[in-house]
């Protein structure tokens, strides 16, 4: 299970066969009761959900990308004066204290790597 907290998100295009063409790219996120909310320093920004399959013990992250007007993300899609939505959809182990994943968008592939920074104020 992800805690309600602040993540700490990084994210490479995956080829480390080759470092030269190795792209990589950092974000936030939010966790609090299910509801994902996040952003990318390149100005995209994600808004979403996540649950929790008990028998695998791993959270599903499903959420719509926003990326800006002719934003490019690593794996190479550009968005185009018009900006773009992509759906994604993605499972994560809990963090101990990195969980990572792989990705596809577009048909690139796309490393996400989460780290769990720290909870949230109690109210």
Same mark, same amino acid.
């Given at each position: ?20 063409? /190795?792209?990589? +790219?950092?974000?936030? #996120? !939010? &966790? ?8 990318? @320093?390149?100005? $995209? ?31 190479? /899609?550009?968005? +185009?004066?018009?900006? #773009? !939505? &992509? ?8 963090? @101990?204290?990195? $969980? ?24």
């Amino acid at each position: 299970m992800l805690d309600d907290g602040v993540y700490g998100l990084s994210f490479s295009n995956g080829n480390e066969a080759c470092r030269e063409e /190795l792209f990589l +790219g950092e974000g936030l #996120a !939010v &966790l609090r009761d299910g509801v994902l909310l996040g952003s990318d @320093r390149n100005g $995209s920004v994600f808004r979403g959900r996540c649950s929790y399959d008990a028998a695998r013990d791993e959270a599903h992250v499903t959420l719509k990308l926003a990326i800006p007007p002719n934003g490019v993300l690593l794996t190479g /899609l550009e968005a +185009g004066p018009e900006g #773009a !939505v &992509l759906e994604i959809a993605g499972r994560f182990d809990p963090p @101990r204290p990195v $969980s990572s994943t792989m990705i596809e968008i577009d048909g690139g592939r796309l490393a996400v790597e989460l780290r769990f920074v720290g909870p949230l104020k109690q109210s």
